[in-house]
């Protein structure tokens, strides 16, 4: 109506453009709508499909040239970072082992608390793992947000539990240990290695370099020890010092003919897996009283005056030099007076004896004399060849230095030496010289190395191949007669010579202070391995018969060892062999050749 | 559209050309399949022989020397073997055939080993022991070779097995004979 009123009051046609217009503009903005709702739409999908072809283009390119992933060789990733060392029979006596750690790490957490519970909570709850966790200690390191161990080497089911407590910053990586399963044997042959991976104290610290080196890594370290002998070594040696109540013992097992180490062992020993700061360093006070760390090595590190063990080779040398000729030779028992100084034995032996009777006896008064004829050059010669002036030759790096006398030495030096005292020397000193005296007279360098037939080194001729053959049967004599009887293990045919030194101490000698050691070869008839044992200050016990001497502790040891190790070694018993003493029996008062 | 001979030459090799760029590609996303597969392979292996490494000190920790004496000592009480417990050879043999009476001499011992017992184990230690009856040298130093060596090697051999022992004593005899 609006409409035919606006015609009527103009008098001409008007078309109203409101509605229209409107419409228009309606249109026009649903258009441009409807525009924009496509172009976005166009935009969404060009966004997918570039998103898509990526995507696609990404997977064909992986497809095509594989995944960049870094070069792996599986022979890398078991190399270990250390190589193992073994012993000669392939036995494993160090090895790297992947044990978990307990790591905490603040920033696994990219948001908020770096622990979803407090810290005390979670002290408590791996408290509940831990037993011996100090939780306050924990609570706190927990709180302190510095990345750090909250325990090492922890144990997989450990692992789990720890899992299960829900906290994404206790980590559990799995980290590269050294680890010696069997436990503290062979200890210090082996050594340890420190929280800085740096080999110690043992072949561990001799072998470093070539046990990390690029080449070394994949082969093992091969030594001379049988894990085998080893511990019957260290089992019996143990067994003798409680028996005898001993401050210390060292044991070595030597092979005559190569020089080779099958066992070595320093007790008290300790535990390369878990090396306590004690195991390593003592208080000046019980340096005072004598003691030495456990993580010494009292075969190669320690030097003692190893007492009536020497006489053997005082008479070997006499022997070789000549001037002994008549092993039946008689010579005075009387105590000796010599510049102030009276040499005597332990008990009367009668006014005169020889030389096999000097040995069983072990009489230091002949031995004195024995010397004093031979004379200090020789003697010292003959000590020097078989070299008592310089550190024992072996691998490790803890090797002691001989207290040895250098220039001429005077008479009474002489005398005191052939029975063994005012020269001190390290036990494997004294096994090498053994190994000398019944090899045929031939000495090698002990090694700790597994050596191959054609590397054993050729040695020097020490003693005559004839005085090497008469040193078999007076040392078979002293076991089978003499002070080493205990030793006698039946079959094995052993000989040896028994020794007790009193330890010096402040003002002389201390004369309940002894150093006891036997020193042993077998089988006589045709000798392959010396054993030697020392015992430091045993005590007169009731297993010991109430006795400190060699023959009642050390020679036991030995006697108890041989039957355990020959058999493994390849040495029988057999009561049907035995080294030929019949020329020797009428020189010894009960020896008619019957017994 | 007329499909003239090369044209239809043309198609052809581009569908070839095509077939085989696809085969190609098909393959190498196959090739790579596998290479992964053995990536995957390869750290399984590494995994597991980290289990067996793990294991196996395990069983050594457990098995070790001490552990074996602790438990020989609670459970089981083995001693070292006596002389009488082995029988190395005939003359070990023998002696066990009579007892001796009273009285008798005592049994004849050998009085050196010759390296009978064992004689593969032979690395020549014995011949080491020889010295020389003009120098008085050892022969320890000295490397022995030739045919006298091999000779004495032999007879060492032979002297551990009882019937060419045996054998060795009668051929003298029946040259005699």
Known sequence: MNAYSAITAHGGLSIPTTVSGGRRKLANVRQRALLVAKWRTLWVLAGFTIVGVCAMARITWLGLVGAAAPAFNPADALLPQRAEIVDRQGVPLAREFRVYSLWYNPRAMTEGSPLIHSPREVAEGLHRIFPDLDVTETAAKLASGKAQYLRKSILPEEANRVHALGEPALEYPQEATRYYPQGSMAAHVLGYVDSFGKGQVGMEQAFDKQLTSADGRGQPAVLSIDYRVQGALEDELGRGMKLSAAKGAAGVVLDVDTGEVLALASLPSFDPNRVQPTDMMISPEQARMGEVPHGFNRVTNQVYELGSTFKPITVAAALDAGTITDLGRRWPAAPLHIAGFTIHDDENMGSSLNVPETLIHSSNIVSAQIGDELGGKRLKAKLEALGFNQRPSIELPARGFPIWAKGEWPRLRTMTVSFGHGVAVTPLHLASAYAALVNGGVWRPSTLRKLDPADVPAGRQVFSPATSARLRQLLRMIVVYGTGRKANAEGFRIGGKTGSAEKPGVGGYRKHSLITTFAAAFPMDKPRYVVVATMDEPQGTEATSFQRTAAWNAAPVVGRVVPRIGPILGIMPDNTRDIDISDLLPLIPHGSGND | ?177
């Open chain 2, 1 to 177: 559209m007329n499909l003239t001979r090369d044209r239809v030459y043309s198609i052809g090799w581009a569908t070839i050309l095509l077939v085989c760029f696809v085969l190609t590609v098909a393959l190498t996303l196959r090739v790579n399949a596998v290479k992964s597969q053995v990536h995957q392979a390869d750290k399984r292996i590494v995994a597991v022989q980290q289990d067996i490494a793990f294991l196996e000190t395990e069983f050594q920790t457990r098995s070790n020397q001490q552990q074996l004496k602790l438990l020989n000592d609670v459970e089981f009480g083995y001693g070292a073997p006596t002389a009488e417990q082995y029988l190395e050879g005939e003359r070990q043999l023998l002696a066990l055939g009579k007892a001796v009476g009273p009285n008798a001499p005592a049994p004849l011992l050998y009085a050196h080993d010759d390296g009978s017992a064992a004689p593969e184990k032979d690395t020549g230690n014995s011949l080491l022991a020889m010295v020389s009856p003009v120098t008085g040298a050892s022969a320890a130093a000295a490397t022995v070779n030739g045919p006298e060596a091999a000779e004495r090697r032999k007879l060492a051999r032979d002297a551990a097995n009882l019937s060419q022992r045996l054998a060795r004593i009668e051929l003298p005899q029946a040259s005699q004979q």
